[in-house]
């Protein structure tokens, strides 16, 4: 049974930096699509990255060079570097993966299957 567990969110003021980590568990296959998504309040849950086995990494347009996606396929954990930090990009940040690589990572109907809890990402001005 796959589980995806995040850690690192907290709070932190403007211009900051986080590491969000996401463990993965019960997947060792060398085919998958990884990602972060997030979710501000009162809107729809947004992709911030994604990652594929081959490494390739496609980020939201409001990242600028600001994060970077990462993963350890040793460790298996995903990453989220994030600096920079606004305050509106406060937020529960979700990590999540699934094999199926038949479309990009990144295509908007690509679907997910496998979902962390989510970590809190707060950022004070």
């Known amino acids: 049974q796959v589980k995806l567990v995040e850690s690192g969110g907290g709070s932190v003021e403007a211009g900051g930096s986080l590491t969000l980590s996401c463990e993965i568990f019960g997947y060792t296959g060398s085919t998958y699509c990884m990602g972060w998504y997030r979710q501000l309040p009162d809107k729809d849950r947004e992709e911030v990255a994604t990652?594929?086995?081959?490494?390739?990494?496609t980020y939201g347009d409001f990242v600028k060079g600001r994060f970077t996606i990462s993963n350890d396929n040793i460790k298996n954990i995903l990453y989220l570097q994030m600096s920079d930090l606004k305050p509106e990009e406060s937020a529960m940040y979700y990590c999540a993966m699934d094999p199926d690589i038949r479309i990009a990572c990144s295509d908007p109907e690509y679907v997910y299957n496998y979902w962390g809890q989510g970590t809190q990402v707060t950022v004070s001005s």
């Open positions: 990652i594929d086995a081959e490494g390739s990494s």
